[in-house]
């Protein structure tokens, strides 16, 4: 057997194997409560599951938990929503781990600076910021990607955390976009980010696509390039 495959988990409820990556652990504490282990770190029997909220609901609402651990577990009803809390705050200390290391910058203008210098990996816009913003950075990515004759598409874009929470996990206020640079702590965050995404249903890069009906490409709506950013992005983002 392969390497891969030997390392492979089966989901308690879909009988789907998967690498541990795409899966969520759970063990039962010693009290008989349920706790997801999303590191898949904590001692004991575990219990694997497709990393995807319908599916934690599902094994939630067959009892798989119990049967799986042999024994009974107090599983709270707010179990998907407690495990996506989980998956969150990861995205987030990682992001600020990639922050330590230097990966990191924040801004409108440096994010601009950066991907005009080619050394961006991904692309983190505030999903609270405005439209108008993310429209400025599309035509300032495709400038950029234009200039290197690289096409279009340049970077990843992020879009699955609010300002406050980029504020939190940077140590500083007011982040509406954010870029980082190629390595391994970004590629960290990324695939943490991927793995939220994938247990709400959704692309990291949803959000901000779906915030405008007009043509989109990666980076959001795109509008001409002589329209001005809207004056809070400005304030908030500088």
Wanted: aromatic share 4%; charged share 30%; proline share 4%.
């Amino acid at each position: 057997m392969r390497e891969a495959e030997a390392s492979e988990r089966t989901c308690i409820v879909t009988r789907r194997r998967d690498a541990p990556e795409g899966m969520i652990r759970f063990v039962r504490a010693p009290d008989g409560v349920l706790t997801p282990d999303i590191r898949s770190r904590l001692p004991g029997r575990g219990a694997w599951v497709t990393a995807r909220a319908d599916v934690v609901a599902e094994a939630l609402k067959k009892r798989a938990f119990s049967r799986q651990l042999k024994a009974e577990v107090s599983a709270s009803p707010s179990l998907p929503a407690d495990v996506d809390r989980l998956l969150e705050a990861d995205c987030l200390q990682s992001l600020a781990m990639a922050n330590k290391a230097g990966a990191v910058v924040a801004g409108f203008g440096k994010v601009c600076e950066a991907l005009e210098k080619g050394a961006v990996a991904a692309v983190l816009e505030a999903r609270d910021g405005s439209a108008e913003g993310r429209r400025k950075l599309a035509q300032a990515a495709r400038r950029a990607a234009t200039a290197r004759r690289v096409g279009e598409r340049v970077t990843e874009t992020i879009s699955l955390f609010d300002s406050l929470q980029l504020d939190l996990a940077l140590g500083r206020t007011n982040v509406i976009h954010a870029a980082l640079a190629p390595g391994g702590p970004t590629q960290a965050f990324l695939a943490r980010c991927c793995r939220l995404a994938a247990y709400r249903g959704e692309s990291a890069a949803a959000d901000a696509q779906n915030h405008d009906s007009e043509r989109t490409d990666e980076f959001g709506p795109l509008k001409d390039a002589t329209e001005q950013a809207q004056p809070e992005d400005r304030k908030l983002d500088e």
